[in-house]
């Protein structure tokens, strides 16, 4: 009776490894889609994208991605709008003003973003749900000190009420990034919906003559309500002439601009070269007539007679 031979397990290993590969290579890389919305004064509001895929064990961005971007519904009653992603991966899309009234009619919404399919991605669907909600900002005086007030509300069957619980920043818009109004970093909504910080940037520089500065409030990838934000100009700041030397006199500056004591030192310098140049000049013309006027003098004639002498002798 013959003996059954075993498949051994490194055959098996071999074989399952090879499959896996074959798999591998027919298989396209999944493109992963980050949706973000923005509600700005409670009344822009906006999506950004951005398109990444996984290789070399990181997230690499995806150029030039095109995606449908949807309110509710994927279908071209709602479309918000067609992007294509930059260099960076990223494209943004603003609410068009033809689904405000749909934009208007619920209290919740959900936007879905559609990535057309290509040769190296298969199409692929997200999708963000939020509640509609806004921030409101106020300012207080109280004692001569400022405070800063900020109300999420939100949007339900009876109009907009106060939201309790929500984490939110407030701080000052500045070029390089919003400057927090005082020690807090963040601050949580009570049951008014209201949070109040209080304002402890003294003689904040304006950004107009006015003494004005811009104070925000804003809400950062909030799970149920987006990013919100909200900014009012208020006359806490302190206008500063920037004082410029760019017109007058600098070591810095252009020919016609160069302090009078460089000037004057140039001058005097290149003065000096010349007169060395000329005084060189008149010495060696004054040795060429000195050379001039002095003739060699020659040596006389002997008398024949005493030559004559000179050779009987």
Request: glycine share 12%.
């Given at each position: 009776m013959k003996k059954l031979h075993k498949p051994k397990p490194i055959c098996l290993a071999l074989a399952l490894a090879f499959c896996t590969v074959l798999f591998a290579q027919g298989e396209k890389p999944e493109l992963s889609v980050n949706l973000r919305y923005f509600n700005q004064n409670g009344s822009l509001q906006y999506l950004k994208v951005k398109t990444m895929v996984k290789e070399d064990n990181k997230l690499q961005p995806v150029t030039g991605a095109v995606l449908n971007l949807y309110l509710d519904e994927a279908n071209a009653d709602n479309l918000i709008g067609k992007v294509k992603t930059d260099e960076k991966g990223e494209a943004k899309s603003i609410v068009p003003p033809s689904l405000k009234d749909k934009w208007a009619t619920a209290t919740n919404h959900k936007f879905i973003a559609v990535s057309e399919k290509t040769k190296k991605f298969d199409e692929s669907t997200t999708e963000l749900a939020i509640t509609k909600a806004k921030i409101v900002l106020d300012t207080l005086n109280e004692d001569g000190t400022r405070k800063v007030t900020a109300h999420v509300l939100a949007f339900d069957s009876s109009g907009w009420v106060p939201e309790k619980g929500v984490e939110l920043k407030i701080g000052v818009r500045r070029l390089g990034g919003d400057l927090k109004v005082g020690e807090e970093e963040t601050y949580t909504t009570d049951s008014t919906g209201?949070?109040?910080?209080?304002?402890?940037?003294?003689?904040?520089?304006?950004?107009?003559?006015?003494?004005?500065?811009?104070?925000?409030?804003?809400?950062?990838?909030?799970?149920?309500?987006?990013?919100l934000s909200f900014e009012k100009t208020v006359p806490w700041g302190q206008f500063k002439k920037s004082e410029t030397n760019f017109d007058k006199r600098s070591l810095w500056g252009t020919r016609n601009k160069a302090p009078y004591w460089l000037l004057l030192m140039a001058g005097s310098i290149m003065a000096g070269v010349w007169a060395v140049i000329f005084y060189l000049i008149f010495q060696i013309r004054k040795i060429k007539k000195i050379g001039k006027g002095t003739q060699p003098q020659t040596a006389s004639p002997l008398p024949q007679k005493k030559e004559q002498a000179l050779t009987k002798a």
């Open positions: 209201g949070a109040s910080g209080e304002f402890k940037l003294i003689n904040l520089p304006a950004i107009d003559g006015k003494n004005n500065i811009v104070l925000v409030a804003k809400t950062e990838d909030n799970e149920q309500y987006g990013n």
